[in-house]
């Protein structure tokens, strides 16, 4: 059994950078991707970056391309999610998760293990 547990949601203005964390804890982190995804009222769950289990490749949704940055501490059991440049229509809830596979995952059944996630409000 794996536990994640997200941090650093907050609020703040269009245009501002935040940065979120994902602690895990149970089963090994090291060897299996990892991936962020967001909801917001009313919407599905939503890709939006993945990392595979090393680090060394990552993949992001277009709609964050070039704007947010997905990496991991494997010796910290963490993986990070840097946001800039944040839009209004960036604001929902952030989860990240654990994949069954070491390879990047961009679809939710991809995933076997969510965390309770953090809010990210976004104001313009």
């Known amino acids: 059994q794996v536990q994640l547990v997200e941090s650093g949601g907050g609020l703040v203005q269009a245009g501002g950078s935040l940065r979120l964390s994902c602690a895990a804890s149970?089963?090994?982190?090291?060897?299996?991707?990892m991936g962020w995804f967001r909801q917001a009222p009313g919407k599905e769950r939503q890709f939006v970056a993945s990392?595979?289990?090393?680090?060394?490749?990552?993949y992001y949704a277009d709609s964050v391309k070039g704007r947010f940055t997905i990496s991991r501490d494997n010796a910290k059991n963490t993986v990070y999610l840097q946001m800039n440049s944040l839009k209004p229509e960036d604001t929902a809830v952030y989860l990240c998760?654990?994949?069954?596979?070491?390879?990047?995952?961009?679809?939710?059944?991809?995933?076997?293990?969510w965390g309770q996630g953090t809010q990210v409000t976004v104001s313009s």
């Open positions: 998760a654990l994949a069954r596979t070491r390879n990047n995952v961009v679809i939710r059944r991809g995933y076997d293990a």
């Open positions: 149970g089963r090994t982190f090291s060897t299996y991707a």
């Open positions: 990392i595979t289990w090393t680090g060394g490749i990552t």
